[in-house]
């Protein structure tokens, strides 16, 4: 069974920076895709970042150009950098990993079969 646990959240300013981490339980980042996902409080859950096992990337708009995911296979871990953050990025961030094969980007929920428990972002002066 995969487990995922993220870290890094907290407070930070507008126009700050976060590094959320998220430590998988076994070497799964060879053979899995891994993403970002975000909830705010009354909203839907979104894709924020995704990285697949050869390294390519896609990001939801909002986020382009601000935000970097990448992954650490020999440690087990992907990595959210977060630059000029902004109020609407505030939410709970959830680390989530697919073991499913695609030429498409996977931005659902529902194509990803693990997740963590999240960790919380926090944006405000």
């Known amino acids: 069974q995969v487990q995922l646990v993220e870290s890094g959240g907290g407070l930070v300013q507008p126009g700050g920076s976060l590094r959320l981490s998220c430590a998988a339980s076994?070497?799964?980042?060879?053979?899995?895709?891994a993403a970002w996902f975000r909830q705010a409080p009354g909203k839907e859950r979104e894709f924020v970042a995704a990285?697949?096992?050869?390294?390519?990337?896609n990001y939801t708009d909002t986020v382009m150009g601000r935000f970097a995911i990448s992954t650490d296979k020999a440690n087990n871990t992907v990595v959210l950098q977060m630059f000029n953050l902004k109020p609407e990025d505030a939410a709970a961030y959830c680390c989530?990993?697919?073991?499913?094969?695609?030429?498409?980007?996977?931005?659902?929920?529902?194509?990803?079969?693990?997740w963590g428990g999240g960790t919380q972002v926090t944006v405000s002066l």
């Open positions: 990285i697949t096992p050869s390294g390519s990337t």
């Open positions: 989530e990993a697919s073991e499913r094969a695609s030429w498409v980007p996977m931005t659902a929920r529902s194509d990803y079969q693990y």
């Open positions: 076994g070497r799964i980042f060879s053979t899995h895709r």
